[in-house]
């Protein structure tokens, strides 16, 4: 990546790397750190290659350093930076409470406003960050021309005739990457879906971004699962994107936009709460109250929208769900989403679910805690270490003997389902593990 550094950044008192803002952290908490070293091992980039520079506390450490003045925000550092999975494993162990991810996104904010990318860079990000994200009617339509760019012949030419090697980039890898598309795409339009038998809540349901085009039958599977559990569901108009790759990006003011749009949306029919079947978009809402704590007009409904958010599980186990009867009679092993885990602490409740069902055997996944290397965009930004980490959990997936490996987030989903395939082509032995949503197999059980 090709960075240009508009000024040296000298930190005073009251600002974060130098400038002052709405949604820069105070330097106190930038000082938290006592570099004790227990994140070391909590960090999967630090776990790969053993550098201090790619561990939370060395990440830090450069935070500090360009606060100071003391270095330059040059390529390097950003580098370093950028290759922070934002996984936030760091702040499960860390003793001094280091709110390690609110860090990170306000020091990617700072790098957006005060560096220069290249030009190829500059224009992806305008187009996914700026374009793409915050219309959700633009992105169906890049997302038909995906489908059209791998149905109609296209890639085929393109593949063999070696003009993606003279693309920027690794075009190569990109396109192996490339996701597969629903059929249908999960669009909400003002739907009411009733709840069965006596209604115990009424919720608005988040469609989301990636999910609503890659895996619109499990957010089928999820209205059918909540309005079985006495759960009236809304998708309401006006929704968006929730902002969280935004975020996780820099693009600060574009995530605050689409949080507003999807605050509106949602409180228009006052619902007793929010659902998301996705673990980082419920994350990102989770936190509105954090990204608008300087708004005056949304401050306080926006603290009302994170309060509301509910992910599927935890809502699912607060409403006492039916247990199943339908045997499903499949081992099953579970990776837990880094933002369902790490950052909402929600751990038991997919499990209490798989638990539930009669006939599946679930069996622990080694180094459970260790990201997928998915990560939102990081999958396409950093490729080498992403695929590092993804290979790293489909063969620790590949050691349990599971039939099924069971998830709650479309990132982790994608990314696993590649990591198996690749896994699978290296080894003729190895047997191709499915990819499967918890909600898929909790609707899968209760199917008559």
């Known amino acids: 990546m090709t960075y240009k550094s508009n000024r040296k950044i000298v930190g005073t008192p009251g600002t974060f790397l130098g400038f002052s803002g709405p949604h820069a952290p105070k330097n106190d908490d930038l000082y938290k750190c006592v570099h004790c070293g227990f994140c070391l091992q909590a960090c999967p980039t630090y776990i790969e290659t053993g550098l201090e520079s790619e561990s939370p506390r060395g990440r830090i450490a450069l935070m500090k350093a360009v ?123 003002g739907q009411v879906y009733p709840a069965k038998g006596v209604r115990k809540a009424k919720v608005a349901m988040l469609a989301g971004c990636v999910m609503a085009l890659t895996h619109s039958d499990t957010l089928e599977a999820s209205v059918r699962v909540l309005t079985r559990n006495g759960i009236e569901v809304h998708l309401t108009i006006g929704q968006g994107c929730c902002g969280a790759l935004n975020s996780h990006a820099g693009e600060t003011k574009t995530a605050i936009k689409m949080a507003k749009t999807n605050i509106d949306s949602f409180l228009a029919i006052n619902p007793d709460a929010i659902v998301s079947a996705s673990a980082g978009c419920g994350a990102a809402m989770k936190t509105y109250d954090e990204l608008l704590k300087d708004d005056p007009e949304y401050v306080e409904i926006a603290r009302r929208v994170a309060e509301l958010t509910k992910d599927i599980h935890e809502l699912l186990v607060e409403y006492d769900f039916e247990a199943p009867v339908k045997p499903l009679n499949v081992t099953v092993t579970y990776q837990d989403p880094c933002h369902l885990s790490n950052v909402q602490r929600i751990t038991e409740a997919p499990r209490k679910i798989l638990n539930s069902i009669p006939g599946l055997t679930l069996v622990d996944l080694g180094e459970a805690e260790m990201c997928c290397g998915s990560a939102g965009t990081y999958s396409i930004t950093q490729r080498e270490m992403s695929s590092q980490l993804g290979k790293r959990k489909a063969r620790n997936v590949i050691e349990t003997g599971a039939k099924i490996v069971a998830t709650g987030n479309p990132g982790c989903a994608m990314q696993l389902d590649f990591a198996l395939k690749q896994i699978a082509k290296e080894d003729a032995e190895v047997r191709e593990t499915k990819v499967r949503y918890v909600v898929d197999l909790l609707d899968e059980a209760y199917t008559e």
């Open 67 to 189: 606060n100071e003045g003391r270095l330059d925000m040059s390529p390097s550092v950003v580098g370093h930076w950028d290759l922070c999975l934002q996984c936030r494993a760091c702040e499960l162990s860390c003793p001094s409470g280091v709110e390690y991810g609110k860090l990170m996104e306000a020091t990617r904010a700072q790098v957006e406003q005060h560096t220069k990318r290249s030009f190829t860079e500059r224009t992806a990000r305008s187009i996914g960050y700026r374009t793409l994200l915050p219309s959700p009617s633009k992105l169906r339509l890049a997302a038909n021309a995906l489908k059209l760019y791998k149905k109609s012949g296209m890639r085929t030419i393109a593949r063999g005739t070696g003009l993606l090697k003279l693309l920027p980039g690794d075009a190569v890898m990109a396109d192996e990457y490339l996701p597969e598309l629903s059929k249908n795409y999960f669009v909400p339009k």
